[in-house]
């Protein structure tokens, strides 16, 4: 759905803001990424509402001729972002002093915040996929064991 050139863009913008975090000394928890569907300005900001970072994002200007409903954006542009974010935070890039653990990124949609990357050293975070099967698995379980 997105062009390559998109992912590049906002990739860039996650650098930039975390360049800024960097020289500004703070050390951060919570970052905030909100989109204006107009304008397809895509806005990065601390928990004090101070902006790291802005881009303009034609791919994320949504037209009139836009053939998918707003629920169906919302769910590719959280995609979109969980995706971007967490291959940067795989390579890194939330690993430097100014971001502390509990550390998340949240996304301002239409729906209200939403979680899109969530990063704490002392817990494992369990995929969805694994929790939906989790119950059918344990009684699986304990009906073979139990038969025994």
Do not use: W
Request: hydrophobic fraction near 40%; charge should be negative; aromatic fraction near 12%.
């Amino acid at each position: 759905m997105f062009q390559e050139k998109t992912s590049r863009l906002f990739q860039n913008l996650l650098e930039r803001a975390v360049a800024k975090a960097l020289s500004s000394g703070e050390v951060y928890y919570d970052l905030f990424i909100s989109i204006d569907f107009v304008e397809g300005l895509v806005s990065l900001r601390d928990s004090e509402d101070r902006e790291l970072a802005e881009e303009v994002l034609f791919d994320f200007i949504r037209s009139e001729e836009e053939t998918r409903s707003e629920e169906e954006l919302e769910a590719a542009v959280v995609d979109f972002l969980r995706t971007n974010i967490e291959k940067l935070a795989q390579e890194g890039l939330f690993d430097k002093d100014s971001f502390a653990d509990p550390f998340s990124i949240s996304y301002d949609g239409a729906e209200g915040m939403l979680e899109v990357f969530y990063r704490y050293e002392e817990m494992v975070l369990l995929d969805k996929p694994l929790m939906e099967t989790l119950q059918e698995d344990l009684d699986k379980f304990c009906e073979k064991l139990f038969s025994e």
